[in-house]
């Protein structure tokens, strides 16, 4: 069994939104007053990437928190992090949350706070539509090279398959670089996201097809440093604002055309 990491360059790249506010709501909990600086990966569509022109952020988590800033009545900053930077990123305060499609697992939340989840996911393996092979279980990948973005859920996802299954795994810095090596035949299959396979099989359905499937069982969440218990609050409170509201349901059905967010509510 071998593992080939592919390393992406990453740049970092900071967008404001919105205009300066009073910033009465979270006064004092943030690195910079007036100011809620968010850390993700902005190359993860449909949950965070680029426009056209490679400087506007949008996708389902950009949405989110613009949704969250106008909540708080503070201003939303946007700081471009490789995904494997973003846990550091807290821990050194280069902004005060995460939001990057960052799945809650019991590792994770020992060591930093998150807030309820705000959408369901699951694991899924995606392959060309001609591929020359069929899988219907994780166990049909035996022999095959397998794509996976590397210190993600997926990748721990695929960590747990290689226990059983033998087969080569290259791990890469960007998801997109999966499914462009993919597109390419220098990988067979990509374990991904079932959030994320769907923008991509929406973007290429006559390339790509599911090809498995796993149950709904994670969720994703607002990741904050361990001990911000204050502004995890504050979050949470907000959160369940837009929800009940049905901001969030809107949100969800711009970017999958589906509401995903039912039954994630603590």
Avoid: W
Avoid at 57 to 73: H, I, T
Avoid at 86 to 108: H, Q, Y
Avoid at 133 to 159: H, L, M, N, S, W
Avoid at 194 to 206: C, K, M, N
């Amino acid at each position: 069994m071998r593992i080939h990491r592919i390393v992406a360059g990453a740049v970092l790249i900071c967008c404001m939104f919105a205009a300066c506010r009073k910033f009465e709501g979270i006064r004092g909990l943030t690195i910079k007053p007036g100011i809620l600086s968010v850390g993700m990966e902005i190359s993860y569509p449909p949950l965070e990437y680029y426009d056209a022109n490679g400087k506007t952020p949008l996708g389902f988590d950009v949405d989110l928190a613009q949704a969250l800033g106008r909540e708080l009545d503070v201003k939303v900053v946007f700081v471009d992090t490789p995904f494997g930077g973003v846990f550091a990123g807290l821990n050194t305060k280069k902004f005060d949350v995460a939001i990057s499609g960052i799945t809650i697992t019991p590792e994770r939340l020992e060591s930093y706070n998150f807030t309820h989840p705000y959408i369901g996911n699951a694991m899924t393996i995606v392959a060309l539509t001609d591929a020359p092979f069929v899988i219907t279980k994780p166990e049909d990948i035996a022999g095959k090279r397998a794509a996976c973005q590397a210190d993600t859920t997926a990748d721990a996802y695929t960590a747990s398959l290689l226990k059983h299954i033998d087969f080569e795994v290259f791990e890469y810095d960007s998801v997109m670089n999966c499914f462009d090596d993919a597109k390419l035949n220098r990988v067979d299959v990509v374990i991904v996201d079932s959030l994320v396979a769907f923008e991509y099989l929406e973007r290429d359905p006559d390339l790509f097809k599911i090809a498995y499937q796993g149950k709904a069982g994670e969720y994703l969440g607002i990741c904050l440093k361990k001990g911000d218990d204050e502004l995890t609050h504050k979050l949470n409170k907000a959160l369940e604002k837009i929800r009940m509201t049905g901001e969030l349901t809107q949100i969800s059905q711009k970017h999958f055309k589906m509401n995903l967010t039912p039954g994630t509510s603590l």
